[in-house]
């Protein structure tokens, strides 16, 4: 193949391929697996359709929260999914997902490296409108999965209440009118025994 | 809950998470397994921003496309993923996808259901510019997983040359850039013995 440019773009849809191996702690919601996180970006990236009306900022370009999802987990291809209750995990996470970025997106031709990291570094950043959505999102869909197969996940991480109100405050940043929702889910997951008071 | 449309649009979000189950006939690169439908939506989603510069119409609404492969696949949960060299299933599936879209997008809220209903029509139809490269990444990117696995699914299935040649024509249609390097893998598969002459 002579086209070096087309070559690189190939190879990097096939480096993709790889987040179809990243298992998250979530499960499917008739229990049967863990999701992966090829399906989760997938999800999401649909979900901001469905939900934008919730956004508080009208003038917000879903194309580029869109782009943001399909992009925000690539990292996870080296560094791994880590569970948002592993405190030891956290500790090097930025580092280990700086060090897949830098591999990762240099697969592109080099004018492409940019565009598609800056993707991820504006996820990051969490300081745009379509950033803050986007990581309402991300928070939004795990916690409804968990939620609706009655806290599963939860229960086997003996997660408590105080600790999804902190996880889910991306919501009310970037969704705050699906805040009160998530907010009553909570409150009838401790009733129902899902997550620790 | 109280709020009936927000409830809809959840539902919505929890009756999608069941295409995770739908499985392909295309393997993953790494031939572990075969691919289900919201992978393969979330690759070919993020493959629209990686090979935009393949399309013949420079005005293409990117956003639009993809949108449409991220719901263009939905139908599949009920109506399955059909193999394209399924002849017999090829004759019933327009009306079992048809059926499978009456209920899928009516979950959603009414004023919701022609928007998102529109996109797999629109995919459908294959007749904008956007449907037309929709349906190219579409095609290319098993094909691409197809090849790079040394041809296992093709080989599985006796696929002759001719057959993917007719399959590919959405390349040819809406990425005819990228046909050229198509047309030569293709070659290349049948000297390695991928395909059958």
Same mark, same amino acid.
């Given at each position: 193949m002579p086209n070096e440019r087309l070559e690189k773009q190939i190879g990097f849809i096939l480096e993709i391929d790889? &987040?179809? !191996? #990243? &298992?998250?702690k979530t499960i499917l919601s008739d229990r049967s697996r863990r999701e992966n996180s090829a399906e989760h970006s997938w999800h999401i990236a649909l979900s901001v359709l469905i939900l934008s %009306? /919730?956004?508080? =900022? %009208? *003038? #917000?370009d879903l194309f580029q929260v869109m782009k943001i999802l399909l992009v !925000? +987990? &690539?990292? %996870? #291809? =080296? *560094?791994? +999914?880590? /569970?948002? /209750? =592993?405190e030891k995990g956290i500790e090097d996470q930025e580092v280990r997902e700086r060090q897949a970025a830098d591999r990762i997106f240099n697969i592109l031709p080099p004018d492409q490296v940019q565009n598609l990291r800056s993707l991820w570094e504006e996820f990051e950043a969490k300081t745009t409108p379509e950033s803050k959505y986007a990581n309402a999102l991300d928070r939004l869909q795990p916690f409804l999965l968990n939620y609706f197969t009655n806290g599963q996940t939860w229960l086997e991480n003996r997660v408590k209440q105080a600790q999804v109100i902190k996880r889910m405050q991306p919501v009310q940043k970037g969704a705050p009118f699906l805040w009160e929702y998530v907010n009553e889910l909570i409150k009838l997951a401790v009733q129902k025994g899902y997550l620790e008071e």
């Open positions: 790889k &987040l179809k !191996h #990243i &298992l998250r %009306e /919730y956004t508080p =900022d %009208e *003038a #917000i !925000h +987990d &690539l990292v %996870e #291809i =080296d *560094a791994g +999914d880590t /569970y948002c /209750y =592993d």
